[in-house]
């Protein structure tokens, strides 16, 4: 996308997003009429996301030209997620105890929602079994990434073992992916306007201003915990991070269309092309871009662990129990585990809580307690999901992959 384009489309996408904050604080009915708008929008971008991570996985498996040069940029890859996410886990713990929102809680009767209920089994082998799926049709429908991902980096190692009939293969999928950037700048012209309706609908939903406000004071004190780790997060590690890479608030700058849309669609997935797009407009090697950043969008979930570990110890604080150290570091160890295995979906942070309140024995009752702003939450524990994803990449660009070129 031209440089004039992306400016004016990052002016369109802040305007839509305000007035969208607007019509559905004062116009909730109105606003509630037009969220096929903003479906139509998220469905657009959704429709790239499995072909897009496909091809650019296997692409950019066969610019790597050296498997070790993958191994090594795999491995330090996940070294990154897992001390990032382990990093933010610990930020939301610490605020949580400091504090404490849940002090002086009353309960209601909120009914849990039977999506949620339903994954009171779920455990840390049902992440690991999520690595693979019988049927990688069924997991594209379902929009399973997770092993789809896997398939692509299987089926790309095996492609350099072929030599110039991989390479012929390779030379395809560098294709299909060069062509799906071209559609993401195509759908990308819908932003303002669907991101306007995502976030009009999903206020008048609530009810407007007044009702959401409502909602807000009544757990007003885990807004603060959640927003203040969130902040601490993206401001402090990743800008601590940003140093590393010589970049600074450029990169965030360059970065803007894609965390508005992150804030505006409240799903790291749906985003992914977008990101993908900024990414590589900042010159980061496409070895980062194809490699990282799909990987991130399913297994880098910063803002979802930190509001996991804080939104576990708030409900433990409402219901009256002082969860000792050791029980702290059991939701440490559970809530990055469950991130890990957190879709890039909306609302999907609720679903894997499941896993880190049936290891410490809280009732998954508390979990009604955070439904009513939870999705306000949501908008921005995605965009520091999306933000960590993007530093990233920077990163590994210049320590792994211009360090090994």
Not at 328 to 343: K, N, R, S, W
């Amino acid at each position: 996308m031209k440089t004039r384009h992306a400016y004016l489309l990052l002016l369109g996408i802040i305007i839509g997003a305000l007035a969208g904050i607007l019509t559905g604080w004062f116009l909730p009915d109105i606003s509630q009429k037009i969220s096929w708008v903003g479906q139509f929008f998220l469905n657009a971008l959704k429709m790239l996301i499995i072909p897009l991570i496909i091809a650019a996985v296997i692409s950019g498996i066969g610019t790597m030209g050296d498997l070790r040069r993958l191994g090594r940029l795999g491995s330090m890859t996940l070294v990154y997620y897992f001390t990032t996410t382990s990093v933010a886990v610990m930020i939301g713990l610490v605020v949580v105890n400091l504090i404490q929102p849940g002090a002086g809680m009353s309960l209601d009767n909120a009914e849990v929602p039977a999506h949620i209920l339903e994954k009171q089994g779920t455990g840390i082998a049902d992440i690991v079994l999520s690595l693979i799926s019988p049927n990688l049709i069924a997991a594209a429908a379902d929009m399973q990434l997770l092993p789809l991902i896997v398939f692509s980096i299987l089926f790309g190692l095996a492609l350099c073992t072929l030599g110039d009939r991989g390479r012929h293969v390779f030379m395809f999928f560098d294709g299909v992916n060069e062509a799906m950037m071209t559609l993401v700048n195509w759908v990308m012209y819908l932003a303002p306007i669907g991101i306007f309706s995502l976030i009009a609908s999903r206020l008048g939903q609530a009810g407007g201003g007044d009702a959401f406000f409502a909602e807000i004071q009544a757990v007003g004190w885990h807004v603060v915990t959640v927003l203040t780790g969130l902040g601490l997060h993206f401001i402090f590690l990743m800008g601590l991070l940003m140093l590393l890479t010589g970049r600074g608030m450029q990169y965030l700058a360059g970065l803007s269309r894609a965390l508005f849309t992150a804030f505006g669609t409240a799903s790291s997935t749906a985003t992914l092309p977008l990101t993908m797009e900024t990414v590589r407009a900042q010159n980061v090697d496409d070895k980062a871009v194809k490699f990282v950043l799909p990987l991130g969008s399913t297994v880098n979930m910063d803002g979802t662990a930190l509001y996991e570990a804080a939104a576990v110890l708030f409900i433990a604080q409402a219901y009256g129990l002082d969860l000792s150290f050791a029980q702290q570091c059991l939701v440490f160890i559970t809530a990055t585990l469950a991130a890990i295995g957190a879709a890039g979906i909306p609302e999907a942070g609720l679903v894997t809580m499941v896993i880190v309140l049936s290891a410490v024995g809280l009732p998954l009752d508390g979990i009604a307690l955070l439904l009513s702003v939870d999705w306000f939450l949501d908008r921005f524990r995605t965009t520091v999901n999306v933000w960590g994803d993007s530093v990233g990449a920077a990163i590994l660009d210049k320590h792994v992959i211009k360090k090994g070129a």
